[in-house]
């Protein structure tokens, strides 16, 4: 298993909810020649992080957000469980990430050493489309750049382990 | 007069707050809940295969995808007039059991449990399945992982995906079982009824040895004497994939049982300016306003209303904890005397969750199930078609209507929570009722037994709108009402 993952959470049929399995799209072809990283698309939250995380050094999850302070299309980089979590880490019937985390390891999974999250302000989280927003579509390169330069930074981090 | 607004997704702009309006004498004048819904479900099924619509609508919730998978493929079943044979049916019977049992699994252990496990007065950053674990040890926390894990095993043989099926397909199904599946099924389902005795040993242990706990849940602050709603079988026992709509009284006598083409007999839905979200009721009874009682046409469909809608389960275990349940609640183990107390609704999840068990072990022993006769190709089109299943927060409904070639020219949905708009408004208004005085702060243990008081019906926004956060954030502002001044304000997760 390849010690980096990018995990890309939404839903292609929600308007800008489409962002994260965009990413995914747009990562897969490059990242399958990666020694290092990972790009995984999942609609799901909650406990089914556990399996998806498990086994991993770090990861990095692409979703939306609402903050309400900033413009669509916005790109929010912070480490998880320490600002607002993002759309797909908060859910109505499941457990947050943070609790997701904490389980893991009570139960003796092998959960990552440091999560990120790179979240996009999303305007329409509501109408079914298939088509993102205009302002949430041009952050797809900005976001795309993230990704890559997360991956950068990580795997020179890698370096050392693999001596 | 004052206006409380208590904003639980302060975060997500647009989503559900919780209004109430109190009098100038610190009395409660009324309660609204408002959640705007998903949008445009009609115009995105317009123009697409009804075939299509199984596998689309479980990307619409991350929370109940085999419900829609389901209700969607029974409507196109309608759609083209199929026959299922008999093996597809108890296959899809068996997956449907599967997922309901996870989905009960995770709402008891990580949601509506921990407000009794834990204590409805436990910091919010304890209410939560760390809570469940630090009470119960470690072990029930693996207990729930296998069962999620079971079931979602039962649901990739059958379902062909782990979380999003993708078989059941007009006439029957796509993906057959073989013999060495289904040994590993009656393993998982067996595994499956033990984790069941397990959750109702806490209930015991933990939530009816407790006589604060009994007595909040038979509290008038959390009771409502509505009608009730419900699938049941041709016994009238509980069903959670199909059969009839049997609709009771706050009497427990029946008011109508339908079949799931004539909803629209039965159902209507009413349209508050406030709101986004529709509140249906019983078209014979009427729209009366958020009142119970048996002249308002309000009704539940959650696991309670499915086990008052009902003459009792299917499966033997099921069974003797219902009579049990009754036996507690109302000193009659028929069933025939209606338990009202919303918070009584996390035991009737865990009695829904044996017979969920006990149903995926029946069927899974089935020898039918590994038959090669698993569809039969649909020879017609009917050109409408309505399927029902019972997701674990509510009844589902889907319809459809469709041109000659099958392509979708209409469609409705009623979701699980939608069901419940009506119901859940009346008792965050009672909860608060009994907790909002004047001059009385607003602290994190009235914030949570509010919540409890919705919490309990396992509402999912995911398809009535979308999400809530799971450790919900909870804003209650205080306006004058007159001045629209901000006068109190108290949050929390925020």
């Not at chain 2, 939560?128 to 990739?156: S, Y």
């Not at chain 2, 469909?301 to 219902?322: F, H, K």
């Not at chain 2, 829904?352 to 006769?373: G, H, R």
Request: proline share 6%.
């Amino acid at each position: 298993m390849k010690p980096l993952l990018i995990l890309c959470l939404g839903n292609e049929i929600i308007s800008d909810d489409g962002f994260g399995p965009e990413i995914a799209r747009r990562l897969k072809k490059e990242l399958e020649s990666s020694r290092c990283a990972d790009v995984v698309f999942a609609p799901v939250a909650g406990f089914f992080l556990l399996d998806l995380l498990s086994g991993r050094r770090s990861v990095l999850i692409v979703d939306t957000i609402r903050t309400g302070k900033t413009e669509p299309g916005t790109l929010h980089s912070f480490p998880a469980g320490i600002l607002t979590p993002s759309y797909h880490l908060t859910t109505s019937h499941q457990i947050n990430l943070p609790t997701a985390l904490e389980l893991g390891r009570r139960l003796g999974y092998d959960m990552p050493n440091d999560i990120d999250i790179v979240a996009v302000e999303a305007l329409d989280l509501e109408t079914l489309a298939e088509a993102l927003t205009p302002p949430v579509q041009a952050a797809l390169p900005g976001a795309l750049q993230a990704v890559r330069g997360w991956i950068a930074k990580h795997s020179e981090e890698e370096k050392p382990h693999e001596d | 007069m004052k206006s409380i607004v208590i904003d639980p997704i302060t975060r997500l702009e647009g989503h559900g707050k919780i209004h109430l309006f109190v009098n100038d004498d610190g009395s409660l004048a009324n309660c609204y809940f408002q959640v705007p819904e998903l949008r445009g479900f009609e115009m995105f099924a317009k123009g697409r295969p009804v075939e299509e619509m199984a596998r689309i609508t479980t990307r619409i919730c991350g929370v109940c995808p085999d419900a829609h998978h389901m209700a969607a493929a029974k409507a196109a079943d309608a759609v083209y007039g199929a026959q299922l044979p008999s093996a597809a049916v108890k296959l899809r019977n068996l997956v449907y059991n599967a997922f309901f049992a996870g989905d009960h699994t995770t709402h008891f252990f990580a949601l509506g449990g921990p407000d009794f496990v834990c204590g409805p007065d436990a910091p919010p950053a304890e209410r939560n399945i760390l809570g469940v674990i630090a009470k119960v040890g470690l072990d029930a926390g693996k207990k729930v992982i296998a069962q999620r894990a079971a079931g979602q095993r039962i649901i990739e043989i059958i379902g062909g995906k782990k979380v999003h099926p993708v078989t059941a397909i007009p006439g029957g199904m796509s993906k057959r079982v073989t013999k060495e599946e289904q040994a590993e099924m009656i393993k998982l389902g067996e595994q499956m009824v033990e984790f069941a005795k397990f959750s109702l040993k806490i209930v015991d242990d933990i939530v009816l040895a407790n006589k604060v706990y009994v007595d909040l849940i038979v509290s008038d602050m959390f009771t409502h004497k509505t009608y009730n709603m419900g699938l049941v079988d041709a016994n009238n026992k509980v069903n959670f994939y199909d059969g009839k709509v049997r609709v009771v009284g706050p009497d427990g006598k029946e008011h109508c049982k339908y079949e799931p083409k004539d909803y629209l007999q039965y159902v209507a839905e009413h349209v508050e300016s406030y709101s986004y979200l529709k509140y249906p009721f019983l078209k014979k009874v009427g729209w009366k306003g958020f009142v119970d009682g048996p002249d308002s046409g309000i009704y539940k469909a959650s696991p309670l209303s499915r086990l008052n809608a009902s003459d009792g389960m299917a499966t033997p275990l099921a069974q003797a904890e219902y009579e049990r349940f009754y036996e507690t609640l109302t000193k009659d183990k028929s069933g025939k005397t209606m338990v009202h107390h919303t918070l009584a609704t996390h035991w009737a999840r865990i009695v829904e969750l044996m017979q969920a068990c006990e149903t995926t072990l029946m069927l899974a022993k089935d020898p039918e199930i590994i038959s090669d006769k698993i569809h039969n190709p649909p020879q017609g089109i009917v050109g409408e078609g309505v399927g029902i299943v019972e997701a674990p927060r509510g009844t589902l409904t889907h319809h459809y209507k469709t041109d000659q070639n099958g392509i979708v020219t209409e469609a409705n949905l009623i979701v699980g929570t939608t069901n419940n708009n009506a119901p859940i408004t009346m008792s965050i208004k009672r909860a608060a009722e009994g907790l909002i005085k004047k001059g009385t702060p607003i602290t994190n243990g009235i914030l949570n037994r509010i919540e409890m008081a919705f919490r309990a019906y396992d509402p999912c926004f995911g398809c009535a709108t979308h999400s809530l956060p799971g450790e919900m954030p909870l804003e209650v502002v205080v306006h004058d009402a007159q001045t629209g001044e901000v006068t109190d304000i108290a949050q929390r997760n925020c």
